[in-house]
């Protein structure tokens, strides 16, 4: 049975820092690309950072770019968000995610986590 449990949400002020860790099992972890999404309130889910199986390929939202930085590592088959210069508008449940290929489009994404919830002060 395949597992993706996220952690390290929060409640942060703006301008703070939080990082999100995906931990995977019951699948052969570096075969799939990982992928964050998130979704705020009232509003349709969206693509934030995806990573390839080996790590050497990544591809970011516009909205994030520059201050998230995604990560992983295979040997603990554990996939990393790292969030920098936190805003309000960041605020949502931020989701992992294991696909076939770096791509954005979450219905292609095979595997999900429940999420966890970040939340960003003013």
């Known amino acids: 049975q395949v597992q993706l449990v996220e952690s390290g949400g929060g409640l942060v002020q703006a301008g703070g820092s939080l990082r999100l860790s995906c931990a995977a099992s019951g699948l052969s972890f570096s075969s799939y690309a990982m992928g964050w999404f998130r979704q705020a309130p009232g509003k349709e889910r969206e693509f934030v950072a995806v990573?390839?199986?080996?790590?050497?390929?990544?591809l970011y939202a516009d909205s994030v770019k520059g201050r998230f930085t995604i990560s992983r590592d295979n040997v603990k088959n554990t996939g990393y968000l790292q969030m920098n210069s936190l805003k309000p508008e960041d605020t949502a449940v931020y989701y992992c995610?294991?696909?076939?290929?770096?791509?954005?489009?979450?219905?292609?994404?095979?595997?999900w986590g429940r999420g966890t919830q970040v939340t960003v002060s003013s």
């Open positions: 990573i390839s199986g080996n790590g050497g390929n990544t």
């Open positions: 995610a294991a696909g076939p290929d770096t791509v954005v489009h979450g219905p292609l994404y095979n595997y």
